[in-house]
């Protein structure tokens, strides 16, 4: 079927908005209307560094209304609102653990521009072949995706809205909630106050959180981080030791876990440091082939934990729902970080969020 879709065809160029032909969906994909789609950072450092080979069509947080499905799909039918995930096989031993985000063959389908049997689905209107992104590609009006990269979701809150919860949303309340695993006496430090930050902040809000502390350095981010459930900000840009600060406000304890989203070193080196003995700091930067140093004694010298987390380590037919939930009881505001884009102002969405204007941009189709 002949859709729109936003190519990429050259390393750091702007998309390109023109007619593609989408291939129908095969026995156990799902063909889905699009209404709404989160630009997430992955889809433009990947876009601009790699390696999903280009021509290319990007997005991953996309969500929508299913219209066909495949012969042996059981997972969702026609007319179902979903919310697009990670794919995974659900078959190998990560995904049978409850590790899909894991699973073995993710990395394959997610980055390296083809469907989990080894082909694509799209090409543009020359005939060019386009690399699909996550098992989706979600910047288009139609999508086809296999059944289990789709979560389905309630129809009673707004499609559109939902598509960051497929991975920055998820990301970091998953980060929160299913690995650093915080009660309610203890303390957390969040490295970076963007979509995933503040996610991460809201999580550790719903968990009781003793103090929730959010860095970074831009001050509406900052009064964001408050509005959504920091104890106490602390602004990177104006703070000479962000260390010493933090243990000003635990009276030199140290908090008990730290969350690092930005990748950058002087953060990094915080994140690590500002931990009382036996902390854990848990990471979801994303800096290609950049390498960060920190003190090994800064582990071992106070037995802190340094954990890579992806996707929230979470089930996302089971948590999706649950964040959803709490958006309805209004303990997690997704709404608060969004600003929706028509669909053409794809170039437009994507310089706001590389400046920082935005926190979570959603193309709206």
């Not at 209107?125 to 590609?137: H, P, T, Y």
């Not at 963007?194 to 902040?201: E, F, H, K, R, Y």
């Amino acid at each position: 079927m002949k859709i729109r879709a936003a190519i990429a065809y050259e390393r750091r160029e702007p998309f390109v908005i023109k007619d593609a032909e989408l291939a129908d969906p095969k026995e156990t994909e799902i063909l889905v209307r699009m209404a709404g789609c989160g630009i997430c950072h992955n889809d433009l450092f990947t876009k601009d560094e790699g390696p999903t080979p280009l021509p290319a069509v990007f997005g991953h947080e996309g969500s929508g209304i299913v219209e066909h499905v495949g012969s042996a799909v059981t997972m969702v039918a026609p007319g179902d609102h979903v919310v697009f995930c990670s794919y995974s096989c659900g078959a190998c031993e990560q995904c049978l653990s409850g590790h899909p985000a894991l699973c073995v063959q993710a990395g394959r389908v997610n980055f390296g521009g083809i469907c989990s049997d080894g082909t694509t689905r799209l090409r543009d209107a020359e005939g060019r072949e386009l690399s699909c992104f996550f098992g989706q590609s979600s910047f288009a009006t139609y999508v086809v995706a296999d059944q289990r990269s789709a979560v389905k979701v309630d129809k009673d809150v707004d499609i559109a809205m939902l598509g960051p919860l497929g991975c920055g949303l998820q990301t970091g309340a998953g980060a929160v909630l299913n690995v650093l695993a915080p009660g309610p006496c203890d303390t957390i430090a969040v490295f970076g106050c963007g979509s995933v930050g503040l996610a991460a902040i809201m999580a550790a809000k719903i968990s009781g959180c003793d103090k929730v502390i959010g860095i970074d350095a831009v001050p509406a981010k900052l009064e964001m981080a408050k509005e959504l459930g920091a104890t106490q900000v602390i602004n990177g840009a104006e703070t000479p030791d962000i260390t010493a600060e933090i243990g000003e406000i635990t009276r030199r304890r140290g908090v008990d876990y730290t969350f690092e989203t930005t990748g950058a070193q002087p953060l990094f080196e915080a994140s690590i440091e500002s931990l009382r003995p036996g902390g854990t700091c848990g990471t979801v930067a994303t800096t290609g082939e950049k390498i960060l140093d920190f003190k090994l004694v800064s582990l071992m010298g106070s037995c802190k934990t340094l954990v890579g987390i992806v996707q929230g380590d979470s089930v996302p037919w089971l948590f999706i729902p649950k964040l959803i939930e709490f958006y309805k009881e209004g303990r997690f505001p997704i709404d608060k970080l969004i600003r929706y884009y028509p669909f053409e102002e794809i170039n437009k969405a994507a310089e706001d969020a590389h400046r920082g204007a935005v926190i979570k941009p959603v193309l709206r189709f």
